[in-house]
């Protein structure tokens, strides 16, 4: 009999691993909380081994069908150009494709739809109960399923995790930053489709990122522990206008406003996830859930691919799967922590907190156009 196992999140993480175990056999279900796929977002780096997995899935072709090729420039207060590079010609990021984060979640749906893995969306996990030999789930739905596996693939702010391993802040290592992201077409900046525009100052960067038929800005600020319930729709409102009101450098007045205006704005705290094992009875987490580095390593992605790869084929070789879980935890570990660990020197690049650290970021930029 087929084992049958739940994956909660259908994103990077949880779709290659549905893809890797439908291959191998198993009966998979991913459960996604939102009613779609959450194709928003700004381009994502497929990097490394990341590249050798999609491959393996027969996706890479498509994925460089879809790369996005664009120039990035780093601007003054006054718009006016500091540098220009191509992100994947600089050192760290040579030989890697950078594609919309929508069109990779496309492409890897897709590819998994043929094979007839079941996607349930608008529901999430309520909670869970181990036995030695089954988890059962309920749902927030009211729906209840016994699964040999759960599979917690669901982001920083698991469920998974919370249900089974315990509270996010027992883990979470916040890195002093806050984000926010929002849709701007309306801001004309000038440059053509395919640039991106990055405006840093002390402690703050802006960004505006034009691909396709559109344009995402997001706002970053250094800041201590804020007082902040992610419930509260407002909040990051007041927080934005505490940080950048009356800042009239560059786009920053424009892209303030979209932001307070808009019904779509996505707040969050930078942060890793650290843990000291993935797995616990038969859950195991990955992809951003277990060791999620920050967006600024720029390995999100590409960890979240190789680590769905690396567990399934765990579980693939080994029939007991306490082994697996071993083997997936003391494999990809090594690895996690040196890509989270070079999360100091990009903050350092992206978020100066002095005028010289400022400089060196802009001329580093301008050695490599």
């Known amino acids: 009999m087929k084992k049958?196992?739940?994956?909660?999140?259908?994103?990077?993480?949880?779709?290659?691993?549905?893809?890797?175990?439908?291959?191998?056999?198993?009966?998979?279900?991913?459960?996604?909380?939102?009613?779609h796929l959450r194709t928003g977002g700004s381009p994502i780096d497929v990097r490394g081994e990341a590249l050798n997995i999609a491959r393996e899935m027969d996706i890479l072709n498509l994925i460089k069908c879809n790369e996005f090729v664009h120039i990035d420039?780093?601007?003054?207060?006054?718009?006016?150009?500091?540098?220009?590079?191509?992100?994947?010609?600089?050192?760290?990021?040579?030989?890697?494709?950078?594609?919309?984060?929508?069109?990779?979640?496309?492409?890897?749906?897709?590819?998994?739809?043929?094979?007839?893995?079941?996607?349930?969306?608008?529901?999430?996990?309520?909670?869970l109960i181990q036995h030695e030999d089954r988890v059962e789930v309920s749902f927030e739905?009211?729906?209840?399923?016994?699964?040999?596996?759960?599979?917690?693939?669901?982001?920083?702010?698991?469920?998974?995790?919370?249900?089974?391993?315990?509270?996010?802040?027992?883990?979470?290592?916040?890195?002093?930053?806050?984000?926010?992201?929002?849709?701007?077409?309306?801001?004309?900046?000038?440059?053509?489709?395919?640039?991106?525009?990055?405006?840093?100052?002390?402690?703050?960067?802006?960004?505006?990122?034009?691909?396709?038929?559109?344009?995402?800005?997001?706002?970053?600020?250094?800041?201590?522990?804020?007082?902040?319930?992610?419930?509260?729709?407002?909040q990051p409102k007041r927080f934005?206008?505490?940080?950048?009101?009356?800042?009239?450098?560059?786009?920053?007045?424009?892209?303030?406003?979209?932001?307070?205006?808009?019904?779509?704005?996505?707040?969050?705290?930078?942060?890793?996830?650290?843990m000291p094992s993935w797995t616990k009875g038969r859950v195991a987490l990955l992809g951003d859930a277990a060791y999620a580095p920050s967006f600024f390593t720029g390995m999100g992605t590409s960890l979240a691919m190789q680590g769905a790869a690396i567990l399934a084929k765990e579980l693939q070789k080994n029939a007991d799967y306490q082994i697996a879980f071993v083997n997936y935890n003391q494999r990809f570990r090594p690895f996690v922590e040196s890509v989270q660990a070079r999360v100091n020197h990009s903050l350092k690049i992206q978020l100066p907190e002095t005028e010289e650290e400022l400089q060196a970021s802009i001329t580093a930029l301008s050695n490599h156009k």
């Not at 175990?21 to 996604?32: A, N, P, R, S």
Request: hydrophobic share 45%; charged share 25%; glycine share 8%.
């Open 73 to 127: 420039e780093v601007v003054d207060a006054n718009d006016h150009t500091l540098a220009t590079f191509a992100i994947n010609s600089l050192p760290d990021y040579l030989g890697d494709i950078e594609i919309h984060r929508g069109d990779l979640l496309r492409i890897m749906y897709e590819n998994i739809l043929k094979d007839d893995v079941e996607i349930i969306f608008g529901d999430s996990i309520a909670a």
């Open 240 to 274: 934005l206008c505490d940080y950048f009101g009356g800042n009239s450098n560059w786009k920053i007045p424009q892209i303030l406003e979209a932001m307070l205006n808009t019904s779509e704005l996505y707040f969050d705290e930078a942060c890793q996830i650290k």
């Open 141 to 234: 739905k009211g729906k209840q399923q016994s699964y040999d596996f759960v599979f917690g693939a669901d982001g920083t702010h698991s469920i998974v995790r919370k249900l089974a391993f315990g509270a996010e802040e027992d883990f979470k290592k916040f890195l002093g930053v806050y984000f926010a992201f929002a849709k701007v077409d309306h801001i004309q900046t000038g440059r053509a489709k395919s640039t991106g525009i990055v405006y840093r100052e002390l402690g703050k960067q802006a960004v505006i990122y034009q691909f396709k038929d559109a344009a995402n800005a997001i706002l970053l600020f250094r800041a201590p522990k804020l007082n902040w319930n992610y419930r509260d729709q407002l």
């Open 4 to 35: 049958r196992v739940l994956i909660s999140g259908a994103s990077f993480a949880g779709l290659t691993l549905a893809y890797w175990l439908h291959k191998f056999g198993y009966l998979v279900t991913v459960v996604e909380f939102g009613k």
